[in-house]
């Protein structure tokens, strides 16, 4: 009986630590169940919370949920020193770019190009364009603006790079390269959104400018520029309604994780009470 009951106790002990793991892995910042908590700071109008991720502090923006009474984050990791300044701006942030030749356009959001005396196909991190080449969807609304745009700015660039994001795997599915853009010192993905030719493609995964693509989707949509206006609005899916719908999975799934280790935890206490029971029955006789 003693080895259950220290067996049980290992067990219940590694669900906790588990539960603990689920919880963190889910992305809650410290204090997020206190609406005053001194861990939340208030900057120009906005809130942050942080993480502490292999030893290295970094923010998140975060709102106030009332019904659910905890804080919740909205935007992807920002880093600041010690003064509360943004540190990952463009040109703070040590980049590893690679230079490669153009050499050709796909559409809006995918382009060739040489690497090393190799042709690579390129998708572009963090965001995608209306479609013109697709199989089944064929050509969507400012989907020719967007290819056109694409195309200009590569075939009169005088340097082009391309960087691979730490967050990111190197290649989807389709052998495609997956990298960050830019046209001499500017990023591409940056100035398709900000010109309402793109939205914020998954970027649940702490992509290294995420922010920049959201602070400037954010403006893209209040101004009605491009894909937002009043004229395709109604004909666009915004990318905001799949994120919405992946991260309501994540929650489903997270909530279901919690129950089957609730209902475990009650079951192997009960075996432990019934084990216990039978064997005071077996000393009596």
Known sequence: MKKLKKTLMIMLSLLMICEIKVVAHGGNITGWKDKNSSEIIEHDGKYYGYHNQDGTKHYHQVEWN???????????????????????????????????????????????????????????????TPETVHPTKGEEFYGKEASNFTKEILENAKKIEIEYDSNSSEKDKYERHLAWIWVDGILLQEKLIKNGLATTYMLQYNYKYAWILQEQEEKAKEEKIGIWSDKVENNNIGQENIDNQVNENNENKQNTYYMLIGVTVIILGLVAVILEKYNKKKKVK
């Open 66 to 128: 009332e019904e659910k009474q905890r804080w919740e984050i909205t935007k992807t990791a920002v880093y600041y020193d010690e003064n509360f300044n943004i540190t990952n701006t463009i040109n703070d942030i040590k980049q590893e770019k690679i230079e490669v030749k153009y050499v050709e356009s796909v559409d809006g959001d995918t382009a060739k190009f040489e690497l090393n005396g190799e042709k690579i196909t390129v998708r572009f991190l963090g965001i995608d």
